[in-house]
C-alpha cells in the first residue's frame, strides 16, 4: 500500500508569497446593455426557468461582492454564497433571499467550497485560488485549502504539495475546488497552477495525484482543472467529476485517479459540475460566438445533462442539438449572464446562479417552472 504523507498545517503556517499582477485576469467592464431581465423565461423542454434577479439583492454599501465563486445549500434549507470580497468572504441567505449572517474575510481569494458532515456537524472545505487584490491591484499569490467548521472555525489546512514530494520546488499551485467523496477523502483540483487532482484521506494525510497536464495517459490531462466534484448518481459505484475547462470537456474518473470517459460540451467553458438526483448541472463561463467561433469574453449559461450525460437544456444558452449522437456547439444566446461560475441546485430544483466579473453580481435564482 502506498504510505500515506501527512500534510495537516494550522493556517498561520501557510505561506504566502506575493507576485506580480496578472493582467489576463482582469475584469472588463460591462456593457449597459447587457442586463439581466426579471420574469424572462429561460431554458428547453420540460427544463424551463423563470428569473429572479433580485432574489439575493443586498446593500452594496454594507455587502459588497468582488466576485461570487461558490454556492450551497445547508441542510436546514438555507444557502452559503462564497465570495472574495475583503470584506466578507461568506453570506448566508434564507430561502427567501434574505440575509442571514456575514462574517470572515481570510480568504482574499475564496473561489470554491465543499460541504461534507462529520459526526453529524456540517463541515466547509474552503478553496483559496490565490488570486486577490491588494490596494486595487490584482496579484498571483500561493493557494491554500483549509477545512473548517461552518462557522468558520479552522479544524486543518493541507500544505502545499510540495512539502509532500507531489511538487517540485517552485512549482505553481493555486487550486481553484475540492470535492469530498463519501469515504471522506477530499480531492483538490489545481487549476489555475500545474493542473493536477490531488486526493487526501479524510485527516489531510496525502495519498495520490493524477490529471494535470502530463499525466501519464493522454485521456486523463487536464486543461484548466477549474472544478472538481463527487458523481453519486449511481450511490454503488461513485466517480469523480473533473472539468477541463479550457477544453470545453468534463472528465470522469474512479476515485483513485482512473480515467474513465471524457464527455464533450464544444463552444461551452464549463467550470463546475453540480450532481442533483439523476442530472449534472454545469456552470459555463464563457462560451464561442455561434459555438464555434472566437471566445467571447462576457458569455456564459448553464447546461443541464441527463443521467447518460446528454444535454438536454441550456438556460440562457442555444437548444441542444445531436447530429449522429454527438452534441453539436453550444453557446449563448441571451444576455442573462456573464461568466456563469458555479451554481447550486436546491430540493426543489430551483438553479441559483453565482458569477464571476458581472459587476458585483448577487446569486440569480431560475425558479423550475412545473
Not at 469515504?183 to 493536477?196: E, K
Not at 462560451?287 to 449559461?301: D, I, R, V
Request: hydrophobic share 35%; charged share 20%; with cysteine.
Amino acid at each position: 500500500m502506498k504510505k500515506l504523507i501527512t500534510t495537516a498545517l494550522s493556517l498561520s503556517a501557510l505561506t504566502i508569497l506575493a507576485h506580480g499582477p496578472n493582467d489576463g485576469h482582469k475584469h472588463e467592464s460591462l456593457p449597459a446593455s447587457q442586463q439581466v431581465q426579471t420574469g424572462e423565461v429561460l431554458g428547453h423542454g420540460s427544463l424551463q426557468y423563470k428569473v429572479h434577479k433580485d432574489w439575493g439583492k443586498l446593500d452594496k454599501a454594507k455587502y459588497p461582492i468582488k466576485n461570487c465563486h461558490a454556492m450551497l445549500e445547508l441542510k436546514d434549507g438555507n444557502f452559503v454564497a462564497l465570495l472574495d470580497d475583503n470584506k466578507h468572504n461568506f453570506l448566508k441567505y434564507s430561502p427567501d433571499g434574505k440575509l442571514l449572517d456575514a462574517w470572515m474575510k481570510e480568504y482574499p481569494g475564496a473561489h470554491g467550497i465543499a460541504l461534507f458532515e462529520k459526526n453529524g456537524e456540517e463541515h466547509f472545505v474552503v478553496v483559496d485560488s490565490g488570486w486577490a487584490v491588494r490596494k486595487g491591484r490584482q496579484y498571483r499569490e500561493t493557494g491554500r485549502v483549509a477545512i473548517t467548521k461552518a462557522n468558520g472555525q479552522l479544524v486543518f489546512a493541507l500544505g502545499h504539495p510540495q512539502t509532500v514530494g507531489a511538487y517540485e520546488p517552485g512549482q505553481k499551485y493555486m487550486p481553484c475546488d475540492a470535492a469530498v467523496a463519501p469515504n471522506g477523502d477530499i480531492y483538490v483540483a489545481d487549476g489555475y497552477g500545474s493542473q493536477w487532482v490531488l486526493q487526501y484521506n479524510q485527516h489531510g494525510q496525502f495519498i495520490r495525484k493524477f490529471g494535470g497536464a502530463q499525466d501519464p495517459n493522454p485521456n486523463a490531462r487536464l486543461n484548466s482543472s477549474h472544478g472538481i466534484s463527487i458523481d453519486t448518481r449511481d450511490p454503488k459505484n461513485p466517480k469523480l467529476l473533473v472539468s477541463s475547462r479550457s477544453a470545453n470537456q468534463l472528465k470522469v474518473f474512479t476515485l483513485d485517479g482512473k480515467h474513465l470517459e471524457t464527455i464533450d460540451l464544444p463552444g461551452a467553458y464549463g467550470g463546475q459540475a453540480v450532481v442533483h438526483g439523476n442530472k449534472l448541472y454545469v456552470g459555463v463561463c464563457w462560451s464561442k460566438e455561434n459555438g464555434t467561433g472566437k471566445k467571447l469574453k462576457q458569455s456564459g449559461f448553464v447546461a443541464i445533462l441527463d443521467k447518460n450525460n446528454k444535454v438536454i437544456s441550456c438556460p440562457g444558452g442555444s437548444e441542444p442539438k445531436y447530429v449522429d449522437g454527438k452534441i453539436q456547439p453550444m453557446y449563448q444566446t441571451t444576455k442573462t449572464f456573464l461568466h456563469v461560475h458555479d451554481l447550486c441546485v436546491d430540493s426543489n430544483g430551483n438553479i441559483f446562479v453565482v458569477q464571476w466579473n458581472a459587476k458585483g453580481a448577487y446569486p440569480i435564482k431560475l425558479e423550475l417552472i412545473k
